[in-house]
């Protein structure tokens, strides 16, 4: 099974990739962006992609969020997993902190890293990269005095130092990542006993007057569908237009669940239903490709 995912080699996206596919069969495709990982199962190319979604400290991964609002409708979610993260400040060489100048990293690492930043390299300019092992490989080959945000293998991959490990913010840093297909090709999922969740994504309420979104929300919770988790984004046609983001858990059942999403279109312009899939897996060879 091709798996496209967040690459190049040493990334958090390709360490998560291997602790959740385990001992199954997978051929791993690194891609230059969340965007082009996303697209390579969209176009056929990857039957899976693997990309981060949300993280515990920084929250949603929005080019992960606005990649399936905006340019891959032909994919859905059909499974998460999980991972630990632990940034480590990394260069090409032993350095003092004083000594550095620059912090390169993927914009999430940053985030993660921020007060980090700001209490032990004040005078050090942040900057982004496409993913924390293309941060590495920079500080890799260059002669500044640069650090990077990213994972010990990418460290190792590029033979640059670990200056200080666990980095992050917070303790229990962790990301979910989400498996996608194409819609319509994964077999019937080997769920088992585990708990389902449903993620969708709606725009457009009917009016601009108070109590909308809550007119809209209490269908769920007026059929004890439990909401989990709700984001906005802009619908990029003009100031004051939104799409949203739910997650909400199957534990009423699932027709209560189909109950309320049509009932919210009813509601709403769009709505599209991203995935329904068990928490917590499924792993990869799961669910069959057909």
Not at 32 to 39: G, K, V
Not at 46 to 65: C, D, K, M, Q, Y
Not at 265 to 276: I, N, P
């Amino acid at each position: 099974m091709r798996v496209a995912f967040l690459g190049p080699a040493g990334t958090f996206s390709d360490e998560a990739l291997a602790a959740a596919a385990a001992d199954a069969a997978v051929e791993r495709v690194a891609s230059p962006t969340i965007f082009h990982a996303i697209d390579a199962v969209e176009q056929g190319d990857a039957a899976r992609a693997f990309v981060p979604f949300e993280n515990s400290i920084e929250g949603t991964v929005r080019s992960t969020l606005d990649a399936l609002a905006f340019d891959a409708d032909g994919v859905e979610i059909v499974g998460e997993y999980d991972h630990p993260i632990r940034n480590n400040l990394i260069a090409r060489r032993s350095l003092a902190l004083e000594e550095i100048e620059a912090v390169v990293s993927h914009p999430q690492a940053n985030a993660q890293c921020a007060g980090f930043l700001r209490r032990e390299l004040p005078g050090a300019t942040v900057l982004a990269a496409a993913s924390t092992s293309d941060a590495v490989r920079q500080v890799s080959v260059s002669e500044e005095p640069w650090a990077a945000l990213g994972s010990a293998a990418a460290a190792e991959a590029f033979g640059c130092v670990i200056l200080r490990e666990g980095v992050e913010d917070a303790a229990g840093n962790v990301t979910r990542f989400v498996w996608l297909a194409r819609i319509g090709v994964a077999a019937e999922q080997v769920i088992g006993d585990r708990p389902l969740r449903t993620t969708l994504v709606f725009s457009e309420l009917g009016g601009d007057r108070p109590g909308v979104l809550v007119d809209a929300l209490a269908e769920f919770s007026n059929r004890g569908v439990n909401m989990t988790r709700i984001e906005s984004r802009p619908m990029r046609q003009g100031l004051g237009r939104y799409i949203f983001f739910l997650d909400v858990d199957d534990a009423a059942g699932e027709q209560p669940t189909i109950d309320a999403i049509e009932a919210l279109r009813s509601k709403a312009e769009t709505v599209r239903v991203l995935g329904r899939y068990p928490v917590g897996g499924p792993a990869p060879l799961e669910i069959a490709v057909s």
